[in-house]
């Protein structure tokens, strides 16, 4: 067997699988506006806050600290990306972050744009809010199509199951830098 190091702990893990639902049955199932379209963007929500509290207490790969995706970070990522050079990490890469960054936020603006769709009288059924939570609905599926491609890429590249990482909390490690 194997060896492997833990990465993901068991909050990230439920965070993550409860969104990649969440999307997935507002996104194709449920129909705009019905109840159960409404709680489970909520349900994402909370999910979002659940987590960014989690980055300040959490370990590892997933505090904010370690993989908060900075201008310097990102540059180098980028740099090394340009020169066919390998920027591996447990976590998420800098890019990697900025995209997962993007999507928590863009789910939470589809809990908030949601909410003021059906709860809030003086949005109610505007069309330039639907037109937003729409925009921002179809940008998050953009970003999550994104994410995909780049764990399927990387999981060839590094001959590591990165999806499954996301079930066990458990990968490979990196290989030693000569």
Request: overall charge negative.
């Amino acid at each position: 067997m194997q060896h492997t190091v833990r990465v993901w702990d068991p909050l990230v893990r439920v965070f993550h699988w409860s969104l990649a639902i969440a999307f997935f049955a507002n996104y194709f199932v449920t129909e705009e506006g019905e109840g159960w379209h409404r709680w489970i963007g909520y349900y994402a929500a909370a999910w979002v806050l659940i987590r960014i509290v989690w980055g300040f207490f959490a370990n590892g790969a997933a505090a904010w600290s370690d993989f908060w995706p900075t201008p310097p970070r990102l540059k180098a990522h980028v740099s090394a990306l340009l020169h066919g050079s390998d920027i591996h990490r447990l976590g998420h890469s800098p890019l990697g972050a900025l995209v997962m960054i993007l999507m928590m936020t863009a789910m939470f603006a589809l809990g908030v744009t949601g909410y003021m769709l059906e709860q809030i009288d003086m949005f109610w059924g505007e069309e330039w809010l639907e037109e937003v939570h729409e925009f921002i609905a179809n940008g998050l599926a953009g970003l999550v199509g994104l994410h995909l491609l780049a764990a399927v890429v990387e999981s060839l590249k590094l001959r590591d199951n990165l999806p499954l990482s996301m079930i066990t909390g458990r990968r490979k490690p990196l290989p030693e830098r000569e």
